[in-house]
């Protein structure tokens, strides 16, 4: 098979597809790869695929040469209610589902240069934030017409894996990102608290390109028992100069670090268990982490120390099986994550409201020959609400905001071992 037309039919494509919004550890994906998230999301001790550097870079060293392609149809569901407003017109419950449907895809390419090297390139939508309210929920502070944002992701990781002993390897890939966004129908007295008031809303799509790395180790302890830890860099991005005016440092919005310990126990030789622990240091970029109470000490949106969405830190628990029958692997998972928006910052968040913790996954690979397999898999994301307190400042009319959302996705792939 042909695989370098393949690769290169494919990668472009990607890196300039719309609609690779995604919500669920945060804004993070909850795995990279089909396989990975019908388990749960596990990988950081679980190579399983081309897309295993998404996840940890030294697990691209126990996949073979292969190429994998996916697509997730992601769709998720988030809404938002005002109470206790003296605002007229703002309280309500307001639905943000005008654009339901995402498609996300992925790609992994893999080559075993020695038995010690092996090198690949990942191509996968790290996540990002949607939301489009038809009735205003900012109306009765001037907002007029749909409001919401659309931030996507989109990562190409090349990578390379050295074995330092047959079961050990370590890994190291550079993450190049490109992201986009947009927002609209953030009301007119928003850009009053704004250092550059005609770069806040409505400005249509900006883009920016950045890098950072990853590390990671993989290594067998017993035959039966494997562990793994990574590390990513904060990605560096480069401003959205439309929107200089919205976000802190005018316009920055790097992709936070973060990193994760895992461990694989063969149980039975049918029968895999997977646990992995991870860390998203979202405190990390201004944009995403600086409360909205910055506005009144002096911090307008935009300005170096400005207000952003007040996302706490988060900590991701991932717990996954995956059991082989005859030319089926069966897999399921869940995944639960610490909630990263505090009651007092829900009334940005109407904008982004990631406030899902609960998900369960489901997955199978049929095994369609000796070189080529299918995949695919179900995630639910349980339906969360988070309940204001303090959350609307009395500049804005006080009262509460609550946020609420759950998900659905299903994920389709294609691997071919050469």
């Not at 090349?158 to 390897?169: F, G, T």
Request: hydrophobic share 40%.
């Amino acid at each position: 098979m042909k695989i370098r037309p393949l690769v290169h039919a494919a990668v472009l494509p990607l890196v300039f597809l719309p609609g690779l919004a995604l919500a669920t550890s945060g804004y993070f994906a909850t795995g990279y790869g089909v396989k990975s998230a019908g388990m749960g999301g596990v990988g950081i001790a679980l190579p399983q695929d081309g897309l295993a550097a998404a996840t940890n870079p030294a697990g691209t060293a126990f996949v073979g040469d292969r190429v994998d392609l996916g697509l997730t149809w992601f769709m998720p569901n988030r809404s938002a209610e005002i109470t206790g407003s003296m605002a007229p017109f703002a309280n309500g419950d307001y639905d943000g589902n005008d654009k339901r449907n995402f498609f996300i895809p992925e790609l992994g390419y893999v080559k075993q240069f020695s038995p010690q090297l092996s090198g690949g390139v990942a191509i996968y939508g790290n996540g990002g934030m949607n939301s489009d309210y038809a009735t205003n929920p900012y109306r009765a502070f001037g907002g007029t017409g749909n409001a919401g944002v659309d931030l996507s992701q989109l990562f190409i990781s090349p990578s390379l894996a050295y074995k330092v002993a047959p079961d050990h390897s370590i890994g190291i890939a550079v993450n190049i990102a490109y992201q986009r966004f947009k927002a609209y129908g953030i009301p007119i007295a928003f850009q009053g608290f704004s250092e550059s008031p005609t770069n806040v809303s409505d400005n249509g799509y900006d883009s920016s390109w950045g890098w950072g790395g990853r590390i990671g180790y993989t290594g067998k302890i017993t035959p039966e028992l494997t562990i793994g830890a990574t590390y990513a860099t904060k990605t560096y991005m480069g401003s959205f100069d439309k929107y200089q005016g919205l976000f802190a440092e005018q316009g920055s919005f790097d992709i936070p670090a973060n990193w994760g310990l895992g461990v694989a126990w063969k149980a039975i030789p049918a029968l895999t268990l997977a646990f992995d622990y991870q860390r998203i240091q979202y405190s990390g970029v201004k944009s995403i982490a600086n409360p909205l109470d910055t506005l009144f000490t002096g911090n307008l949106f935009g300005s170096n120390n400005g207000p952003g969405f007040g996302w706490d830190d988060v900590n991701v628990y991932k717990l996954g099986a995956a059991y082989e029958i005859g030319a089926w692997t069966l897999r399921g998972g869940y995944t639960y994550v610490t909630q990263p928006i505090p009651q007092s910052q829900t009334f940005l968040n109407i904008l982004a409201p990631g406030v899902v913790q609960n998900h369960l996954s489901l997955g199978a690979t049929w095994a369609t020959s000796k070189t080529g397999e299918l995949s695919f898999n179900y995630i639910h994301a349980f339906e969360n609400t988070v309940n204001g307190s303090g959350s609307i400042p009395m500049n804005f009319g006080g009262g509460e905001a609550n946020l609420t959302m759950y998900q659905n996705s299903f994920g389709v792939a294609y691997g071919w071992k050469f």
